[in-house]
């Protein structure tokens, strides 16, 4: 059996996750943007094992089942037919499978991933939501996943529970929040909700998703500041999305009016991910992935970044010569010319989009728990609704204009 | 068997090409940037195999095979290490035999390729350059592709050359080149171009890699021109990059600073892809498909353009409702507003950029064809010629300035 | 008195022109933006002597008549008041007595002006345009300028009516066009152009306005190759806007939809203009200056530049010391670090506008000679008119997105 | 005698202020940049003059001597030939008539202006910098301005202690710092600096200089809340840059690469200056205008903005129809279709400059009052200094890359 994920980490071992699942098996024709559920694990799973795999040879050392937004609320919500032919139970089972089949390629541990519910927003009771939480744990225990991860919760109360229900298999507990440096939906700072998560008995904690990387190290910093002024201790964690989000408010790239067809302008280079990597180590963060829009060569960016101190480089480094020097075999000379580290290090790279302007308007609708438009609902949008939207919309932009 | 690609074409049915084989498996591991060529297929056959199936699920009705640069002068150029484990020969049957399986999964037709040579460039003679030809022709012959593509060449003369080789097979012959609206790199305008490769007995020719779309269907209306003049009849085909290129000089984005590494800012959204199927299929283009930067969902989006004209929807689109309308399954209301064609028709995405500008200045080494700098050779770039190169690099640098 | 214009250019000497009086007077608060007449200088002497003195002082060899669009016909144009209090006859006899007294203060030409009419767009006969031309020179001549320019002509047609009245005068003629590279708005192209104004009498032709100056160059190098190959002589002269114009077609600035009010994030610095006159000398040209957004500064920056040339700096120079040397008095000790030449040479200056694209796409209502829309009209226009403009620009912009 | 500035205030009138002189009458060419000083008031009075009376038909309620940095050590630091043939006495003398001329053709207040010194940044005493401030009050005394500015303080101390000073002539004081959010160099906050400044008795207090008008509101804010919760009074002033400056830090635009010669791209436009006087009033603030940058336009933008709580609009308004209106006789019909408010309040202008980033890193070499080379010399910066400087600017760009 490979090191368990608290032994790695008390050993100083750099942990390396995984990229975005659900951003990348829609580019690739398996994912459906808008429900975003996983039963590709049940319908493709050959699909989904290649891209575990390519995780694996860029680097990293959790294959994070394939299971986000897996619960059978989720699958059944508003209209997705992947509930009608699928269970929770059979997309979760699945996933356990394909990701130990590609762990055992290698030595990689498998974090069964848990996270938030449309239950939740709306406003179900604590007992309601643990159940479902409960119920995708008993496969993730049937299945022995070496830990947990809880992620990907905008509320930390939510964070919180699902954490409580983690505890009960006797496993390692991560949780990531989908939060920035001003903390949750409902304003818990970055360090009050560290310290939640780690009082109700998380042993790693951090963010995921919804920021890039340089927010992101935000939130974390003021999370290790929350954590250390409690004289409390966690493991630091933190998978961004790949996509620059400076202009981002509080919930993040969900709000670009770019979110999720358009975002392409705003995809991190490898480079990025090098100082990316550097400075989540330099921070003390040892537990190191992506999210959304995390490719396998970023992965492996912060797999060669961090080589020396991990004393190796990633399998996939046999297809790519470090700082780009790989370069020095092209057939262009001006392109061999390019094969060095300062030049992709200082290159700051044109968008090629002249009419495209540098930062957007995030919407801004403030909805949050409880709102009416939050509400879980079997069946599609209706086109009534949709037109209700379509009317919020403009007027949200007038004003915002 | 599948009808054959003349057949279709006479027909006047619309042919999906697939996208950038070369680049989506550098992102995913299993190609190097810098020699670019394809041991993959011997060594990752799984890998190759999957990106195949991903873009015959979004709508290709050819499988090219995979092998750009599978000549063994390029497997051993400038201390590629390829070329010491690997044949030529196995590459490219590797190649055939993974895209013909893949093929019969679906309608689709198998192609061979064959692109331009070091050994063009280094001077080598016609007979020489035809011998390397016809040494990756027999491969083809033997496992019995559907028909040939001559693609990616910079140089007209060398194409047609590949053209009269690639004759022989007896099989249909299309040819393009990477060349934009000012011709070759021997200046020999587009117009001609079309006209020397469909007197050379291509029957489909056109335009791939180098360029964005906007200007491939600039290139490709002046070959349309080019033969209506001429009174000749060629199919027409375009293969343009996803990246946008609207700063390229002749050479195409290979002369941009950002290439091959800091590219992501240009790549074009599924929208960008509705667009250039409908124009060039306006211009009479039958056969659209994509180079470097294309993913699976790009080319199904091509596919979703035209699936009125075609009759059908790919495969894929089980994973995607047209034009965003999937978003409608969102958990939140401001995105489930974005569900609606005009909102992604009429989005001009920012690039989360403030420190970058909109468009570079590409290099411009105007090196070409028996250039000592482009000489073949099989020793690995020295130390020495790297440091020439960089101080060249440096003085053309502050040139431009 | 002075030398002659011809003779100064006929020995080589470099004549510098003022800047654009329209727009700085606009900003000043002297000048209404949609008429655009001068009658400032009867009723505001001082604020078009002290803009003059700027120039004078900025190195200008000529005090151009602030006499632009001050023909009765336009003074009256479209419910425009300045015709019911002030004369064309008035108004172009205050500009000569303010500028022949500002010219005396140093050792300037004055050069009377006159430009397009809104007659000539309306299609009024030849000698109907020429008579309002023959009534502006008849001031001209009384007050006894030195010069003749006809300026902004978007039609070389109505360019050569002038010059042909001009010429009645016996005085030097310099004869500019407002147009780009792809020609007047007939489609005559520059070359053609620069013969005709040349045969037609003018001794100096070249362009002003509309363009900046890189597009204006490349105009330039056309009128010459034109002349050149026609065997014809003639000076050359180029005064361009301050603006940036790179995403401008055939109209100029007047079709971004800046124009007029927000193209302030186009103003040229001091460095550009360096490029300007370093580019323009090394064109052949000896007359150059600039037209709507120059400023003093701007002027101050073309002589500074060919000071070497001219042996002399500007007057204003004074309170200027070249390539930012005067920076080396400047309290903070980083802003003393930029006192040099290359800093300044070599900056690419944010602008500051994180929501804002680079470039725009024009109005391109081609409309033209002859169009209602352009016809000349006393009557202000009416609420009715406006109207059917607004719904028509709504319309196009639909077209171009 | 004109009411005076307290009476105004307090009777709720909205005072405007005038534009920046330094940076307009160094475009002008009578202002050298660099030592920023103000010898052309005796040298050049009709170029100040002119000046001070379009901010007057502009629509600005005080006329502000053009004494910036006009106190003796700072007309004599590192070479400034200035002080050699001028004093400070002779050149705020002529000031404070220029601008009683002006004023008194209009409703115009006489405001004296004393900034901040060298000496204090070299550390020298209190005592020694009052001396300097007194020195100077003693002319505006003699000349009996309506009232006192202490503007432009990096530090609150030494904005205090001019205070102090300008208390002594019995005038009513304003004293505003060139600070943002961050609070002064030394780090007081907005909040405190409001309140020191009025408990040393000046009765209007605010911000110049330095910041965007976005920026200087965030830092109004702050001052008012301050004052608020210390239950002090005092009237709000503003008079901010017109440069956009979203990528600023402590210092503002002086830390900007493109200080003060290519700022060109980030200057504001009249429709900037409509959204400021509408914040700024809305936020509590009537004392309103402007500094660097802003030229008469802007200021009558301004006062257009606020013509309905006026009551009036400004003379310069006689050639400016509100929101554009005035194109409605422009000779263009797509001119004429952007005659309207809507057109330009929401246009988002393009930049002209697609090689330009949007936002700079600014210099931050965080030196502060003490440091050696913001010390205080006669002499001109040596070529030995020059070089060290560029020296530690080259150092410093390497860190930031």
Known sequence: DPTGILERLEAGEIVIGDGGFVFALEKRGYVKAGPWTPEA?????????????????????????????????????????AGQKFSGQSVNEAACDIAREVANEGDALV?????????????????????????????????????????????????VWAVEVLKESGKPVAATLCIGPEGDLKGVSPGDCAIRLTKAGAQIVGVNCHFDY?????????????????????????????????????????????????????????????????????????????CCGFEPYHIRAVAEELSAERGFLPQASEKHDSWGTGLSMHTKPWVRARAR???????????????????????????TRGDKDLMQQTDATTEQQQKELFEKQKAKALLSA
């Open 214 to 290: 340089a927010t992101s190290l935000k939130t974390m910093k003021l999370m290790k500041e929350g954590l250390d002024a409690a004289k409390l201790k966690a493991h630091l964690m933190v998978q961004p999305v790949a996509f620059h989000t400076p202009d981002c408010n509080s919930q993040g790239f969900i709000d670009l009016p770019e979110f999720p067809f358009a975002l392409e302008p705003r995809i991190s280079t490898r480079w990025d991910m090098h100082k990316f990597a550097r400075e989540a180590y330099n921070l003390g963060i040892r537990y190191i992935g992506g």
């Open 341 to 367: 580290r300062d030049y992709w290090e200082n290159l700051v790279p044109a968008s090629g989009l002249p009419y495209s302007p540098s930062l957007s308007k995030p919407d801004s609708w403030k909805v």
């Open 111 to 159: 974090a069964g991933g848990v996270s938030q519910t449309p239950a939740y927003l709306s406003c179900k009771s604590q007992s309601e939501v643990k159940e479902i939480f409960r119920k995708q744990l008993e496969v993730f225990v049937k299945k022995d996943v070496d830990f947990m991860i809880a992620e990907y919760y905008e509320h930390v109360e939510e964070a």
């Open 41 to 81: 694990t049940v319908e493709y799973p050959e699909a989904v094992r290649q891209l575990h795999r390519e995780f694996l040879r860029a680097g990293s050392t959790v294959m994070q089942t394939f299971t986000f937004y897996a619960s059978d609320d989720k699958l059944k919500n508003r209209g997705n037919i």
